[in-house]
């Protein structure tokens, strides 16, 4: 499957803003997806997952309350609403899909197909 993640941009502190991932290829409705960030100097960490049928979602503790993860398969996208944004949360943000079941705190290995990642800027 391939992905394409898009709606990155600058907001201020406490603004929102909504990524969506879109995919094409195999059958999207087969993947689990997930989302991952990676802030300037650090590692790539978990944001959130969510089951092939959308019903089971994970999140990461720092998100959890202010990020929401869904999914439509209808239409081949996923998408995160990314609510009261902190400066923290600044970071390329990329969607993944995995041919299998998730779990809380996913690792980016676990996951085989990557989009390109779009920029999320908070200012303060």
């Known amino acids: 499957v391939q992905l394409q993640a898009f709606g990155g941009g600058l907001v201020q502190a406490g603004g929102s803003l909504r990524l969506s991932c879109a995919a094409s290829?195999?059958?999207?409705?087969?993947?689990?997806m997930g989302w991952f960030r990676q802030a300037p100097g650090k590692e790539r960490e978990f944001v959130a997952a969510i089951g092939r049928l959308g019903s089971t979602t994970y999140y990461a503790d720092s998100v959890k309350g202010r990020f929401t993860i869904s999914r439509d398969n209808a239409k081949n996208a996923m998408y995160l609403q990314m609510n009261s944004l902190k400066p923290e949360d600044t970071a390329v943000y990329y969607c993944?899909?995995?041919?299998?079941?998730?779990?809380?705190?996913?690792?980016?290995?676990?996951?085989?197909?990557w989009g390109q990642g779009t920029l999320v800027t908070v200012s303060s």
């Open positions: 290829g195999r059958a999207f409705s087969i993947y689990s």
């Open positions: 993944a899909a995995r041919a299998s079941v998730i779990r809380a705190m996913m690792s980016e290995a676990e996951f085989g197909s």
